[in-house]
């Protein structure tokens, strides 16, 4: 049983974090963090953070790292990530993975693993046009490679999918510029403290989710 780790799931936008982090927490009673889901909560819900990540979210850029880290750092307070956490989505860049080890300090935890999602852009292109998402569960499906059982209606709660705005063909590039620029610089940053552990996150879930949990043993 994998319990009490603390991870971070790192890859680009299509990789598969999600929809792994789902099935890992899942069946092994972490806390999963999504900083993604929380924002667009926040956004749906109209709050002042939600106000302030609108512009960012929408147009495939980076919210600013202090509203984020800040937002992370209260979430890793709360009881649920007592037993372990996965970070998913979070850090994204190198000043966000500093503020995390420092908030992590503070309450006396320590990142265990940092599974990088390896995949080929023409692939996460792919992936990311035909995403579908349950706006209640949050679940992850997938036009092309995963489909829903009954049209556009989530397997879990009944209610019609969505595509997000933010995954249409010009908005998919952009965030996967902005994952090159900004995010890729945390492979060598965690490979140097030998935190970093790679999965091939061109397989299916099926394939690639008894891959996760061997690097995981
Ligand atoms: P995701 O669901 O992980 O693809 O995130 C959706 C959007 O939320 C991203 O394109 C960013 O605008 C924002 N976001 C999520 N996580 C972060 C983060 N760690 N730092 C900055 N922005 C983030």
Same mark, same amino acid.
């Given at each position: 049983m994998i319990k009490n780790?603390?991870?971070?799931?790192?890859g680009a936008p299509g990789a598969g974090k999600g929809t792994l982090a789902q099935m890992l927490c899942?069946?092994? #009673?972490?806390?999963?963090?999504?900083?993604?889901d929380i924002l667009r909560n926040e956004m749906k819900n109209g709050?002042?953070?939600g106000k302030k990540a609108q512009s960012y979210v929408t147009s495939g850029g980076l919210v600013p790292d202090d509203l984020v880290a800040d937002m992370v750092a209260k979430r890793l307070q709360e009881n649920d990530c007592q037993n372990g956490f996965v970070l998913d989505g979070f850090p994204r860049t190198i000043p966000q993975a500093d503020l995390l080890e420092k908030s992590l300090s503070k309450i006396g935890k320590k990142l265990d693993m940092v599974v990088y999602f390896e995949a080929a852009e023409d692939l996460l292109i792919k992936r990311l046009t035909a995403r579908l998402m349950? #706006?209640?569960?949050?679940?992850?499906?997938n036009k092309l490679f995963t489909p829903p059982k009954n049209g556009n209606i989530c397997d879990k709660c009944g209610i019609e999918l969505y595509q997000r705005p933010d995954d249409s063909l010009e908005t998919a590039k952009d965030r996967l510029r902005v994952y090159n620029e900004q995010t890729a610089p945390l492979v060598p940053y965690y490979e140097k403290k030998k935190l970093l552990k790679?999965?091939?996150?061109?397989?299916?879930?099926d394939k690639s989710y008894p891959e996760l949990i061997k690097v995981l043993s």
């Amino acid at each position: 049983m994998i319990k009490n780790r603390n991870l971070v799931f790192l890859g680009a936008p299509g990789a598969g974090k999600g929809t792994l982090a789902q099935m890992l927490c899942q069946e092994m #009673k972490l806390a999963h963090i999504s900083t993604g889901d929380i924002l667009r909560n926040e956004m749906k819900n109209g709050t002042e953070l939600g106000k302030k990540a609108q512009s960012y979210v929408t147009s495939g850029g980076l919210v600013p790292d202090d509203l984020v880290a800040d937002m992370v750092a209260k979430r890793l307070q709360e009881n649920d990530c007592q037993n372990g956490f996965v970070l998913d989505g979070f850090p994204r860049t190198i000043p966000q993975a500093d503020l995390l080890e420092k908030s992590l300090s503070k309450i006396g935890k320590k990142l265990d693993m940092v599974v990088y999602f390896e995949a080929a852009e023409d692939l996460l292109i792919k992936r990311l046009t035909a995403r579908l998402m349950c #706006k209640k569960c949050n679940s992850i499906y997938n036009k092309l490679f995963t489909p829903p059982k009954n049209g556009n209606i989530c397997d879990k709660c009944g209610i019609e999918l969505y595509q997000r705005p933010d995954d249409s063909l010009e908005t998919a590039k952009d965030r996967l510029r902005v994952y090159n620029e900004q995010t890729a610089p945390l492979v060598p940053y965690y490979e140097k403290k030998k935190l970093l552990k790679v999965i091939n996150a061109e397989l299916s879930k099926d394939k690639s989710y008894p891959e996760l949990i061997k690097v995981l043993s």
